[in-house]
Each structure stands twice: as C-alpha cells, then as structure tokens.
C-alpha cells in the first residue's frame, strides 16, 4: 500500500487549507486511514482519524472543530480540511494507513506512512 499526501503550503492564520492522501492498493472506505502531523523540535501527534472500522472518527482535542477529515470513496482519497489555521499548526502533516491495533490515535497503530506534506501558517 502506497499513500501519496499533497496539499501544504504556506497561508496566512485564519486561512483554510485542504490536504488529500490518496491510497494505491487498497480501498480507503475499508482502511483505517488518519492524518498526523509534527512540528520542529517535537514528537508526531494525533491529528484526526477514521476508527478501524471506519464508522467513526476521532479528532484530537486540541484542534478546537477547526479540522475536518473525510474521504472520497470513489477517489480511495481522504482528505483534511483544515479552517481557522493558527500559526501553532505550523508543521509537516503525515498521512497514516493500515491501522491495525489500538484506537487507531497513536503513531504505533498505524502501518503505512506517506511522505508528509509542509504546512506552515504565518502570522
């Protein structure tokens, strides 16, 4: 399985971004699929994420309902619709697939990596 993520850039706070992951080799509607992200300096953190079964979805705490995650089927595509951007946002954001253990919220539950988009958020 191959995660292909795009999307970053570079945008002013209080600016919206949308990044895409597409998946080749299997389909998203039935891949645990989730976004992370990590800033310099600091540890890969939980972003949001479809559960293992893909009939719920969990957010971190700290995004304050600013970020969406959702996916097109048909495009074997999930996306992050990032609203409200604040400069504290600012890192590279790694797509994540293939969970196969745990609550599908930590780094260690995830098998598949994408190659991680930049977005920094000016202010």
């Known amino acids: 399985v191959q995660l292909q993520a795009s999307g970053g850039g570079l945008v002013q706070a209080g600016g919206s971004l949308r990044l895409s992951c597409s998946a080749s080799g299997r389909t998203a509607s039935n891949y645990a699929m989730g976004w992370f992200r990590q800033a310099p300096g600091k540890e890969r953190e939980f972003v949001a994420a479809f559960t293992r079964r893909g009939h719920s979805i969990n957010y971190s705490d700290s995004l304050e309902g600013r970020f969406t995650i959702y996916r097109d089927n048909a495009q074997n595509t999930v996306y992050l619709q990032m609203n409200r951007l604040k400069p504290e946002d600012t890192a590279v954001y790694y797509c994540?697939?293939?969970?196969?253990?745990?609550?599908?919220?930590?780094?260690?539950?995830?098998?598949?990596w994408g190659q991680g988009t930049q977005v920094t958020v000016s202010s």
């Open positions: 994540a697939g293939d969970c196969s253990s745990g609550a599908c919220l930590d780094v260690a539950d995830f098998n598949s």
